[in-house]
């Protein structure tokens, strides 16, 4: 919403910026009726420096996901390593105190 508003007022600084902007540019376009690539081109035009650099700077950290998927996956695998095993002592377990072993 407030990238929306942002673009609508012209205020550069509140979006993402690069690729992402041009994205949101093309589907705010699509969405009301405008060309889309005649609409990014018109935007890269006016504002070149927010529809090449990678980000503003001016973006809270917590409206942008800046951990790369790989870091994703690796703590998601991480916690798997650790609450697996765990999930499996547990089990065996309470299936040992169950069978009276």
């Given at each position: 919403?407030?990238?929306?508003e942002a673009l ?58 800046t951990d790369p ?33």
């Open positions: 919403m407030r990238a929306l609508e007022r012209n205020d550069i600084s509140r979006l993402p910026g690069g690729i992402y902007s041009r994205g949101l540019v093309r589907a705010y376009a699509e969405q009301i009726g405008l060309d889309p690539e005649a609409t990014v081109q018109e935007f890269i035009t006016r504002f070149p420096e927010a529809s090449l650099t990678d980000g503003s700077q001016h973006v809270r950290a917590e409206e942008v996901n998927p790989s870091m994703v996956a690796r703590r998601l695998m991480m916690a798997a390593a650790i609450l697996v095993p765990i999930a499996l002592i547990i089990g065996l377990s309470m299936l040992v105190r169950l069978a009276g072993w």
